[in-house]
Every structure is written in C-alpha cells, then in structure tokens.
C-alpha cells in the first residue's frame, strides 16, 4: 500500500544568505550606530527593552544596498508564486537592536504581502531565535500523541539567526523572536513589502 502526503495551504518561510554580507553588515552598523545615537528613544511596538528605529530606512538613501536586496529577493518570490507582471514593490523596513535580555513578542503584521527580517549582528545561538506559530488555529483543538514534532504537528517552529541571513515570509504568518540571552545586542533590519499595480 503506498501513501502519498500531499500538502495543502503551505505556509512558506524564505531565506538567503548574502555572500558579501561582512562587507554589507559592516556598512550598516555604522548607519545603525549612527541613527540610535541621533534617536536614544526610538519608538516601541513589539520590541520588549529592545530599541528600534522609526519605519523609515526605505526614505534613507545609505540604506539603498539593503532596501534593493529586499525589494529584489520579494520581487523574485513573487515571481515564483505566480504573482501578476509589471507589479511595483513597495516597503517600509526599520532597525532593531535588541540588548541582553531584550526579546520581541508575538505578533503579524497586516496589510502587506511579505515581512521579514535581516540579520546585522548577533551571537549564535545564545541570542535567540526568531519563532512562528502555526496558522491553523483549529489545529490546536487536538494534539496528536507523537513522540518527536514535525512541521505537521509543531505548534511553532524556530529558524537559527545567522549573520547575512535574509528570512521573507507571509505578513499574517504569526512569529516573536527569543529572549536574547546572549552577552552581545542582537541587531536586525526588519520590513514589510507590497505589491502594487503600476498606475
């Protein structure tokens, strides 16, 4: 008898790692220093004794190399999902630094079609991982007996942060990042993406 599983409703989390990204983060820090020195307060949303920095870096002309990596990686997913031709991307992206002890709650994000999150500068593995919860609410009326969790069966399931790696996933896809708990900030660049028809 054979079995054949077929998935249905996949919900997809894309990543890459960019080859010169010593060279890109380095850059970055310098920005990101640069911009909490000139805004100690930040704005708070679901950072917890974390700093982050207002939804501007798309407006900042020294964060073009990122904000073009982003645009271009979302461009190419939609690409691959069949999305219309000719559709314009449009993002918000903002900074997160996230000292010992800081961690973000769980949360989505509405209104765009892809978020996601690149990883500056951290220590792995004691600076926590970015988690997601599964999206099938109805799933948790009953848990299946098993003696080792899948991606079938996990209530949430938790990607390794690495520097250079770009993580895009669903906008209402629900994710929260660990407890930092390492002895460095854990910084990050995080975004949402649109696809717009061009008027």
Request: aromatic share 10%.
């Amino acid at each position: 008898m054979q079995i054949i599983p077929q998935p249905l409703f996949p919900s997809m989390v894309w990543s890459t790692r960019f080859d010169d990204h010593a060279t890109l983060n380095a850059e970055l820090m310098k920005l990101i220093h640069q911009m909490q020195e000139k805004n100690p307060a930040g704005v708070q949303n679901t950072n917890v004794k974390g700093w982050q920095s207002p939804n501007n870096l798309q407006t900042l002309p020294e964060f073009n190399p990122i904000n073009q990596r982003i645009l271009q990686a979302c461009q190419r997913i939609g690409e691959s999902i069949h999305f219309m031709p000719n559709l314009s991307y449009l993002h918000q992206a903002w900074v997160n630094v996230s000292p010992p002890g800081a961690s973000n709650k769980i949360h989505y994000h509405a209104n765009c079609h892809f978020s996601g999150v690149y990883y500056v500068s951290l220590k792995a593995p004691e600076c926590g991982s970015i988690y997601f919860r599964d999206p099938r609410v109805a799933s948790r009326m009953m848990t299946y007996p098993v003696t080792q969790l899948s991606e079938f069966t996990a209530e949430e399931i938790q990607m390794k942060p690495e520097e250079g790696r770009l993580y895009i996933f669903p906008g209402w896809l629900e994710h929260g990042v660990e407890e930092n708990r390492s002895d460095r900030d854990r910084i990050s660049i995080s975004f949402n993406v649109l696809a717009t028809q061009q008027r």
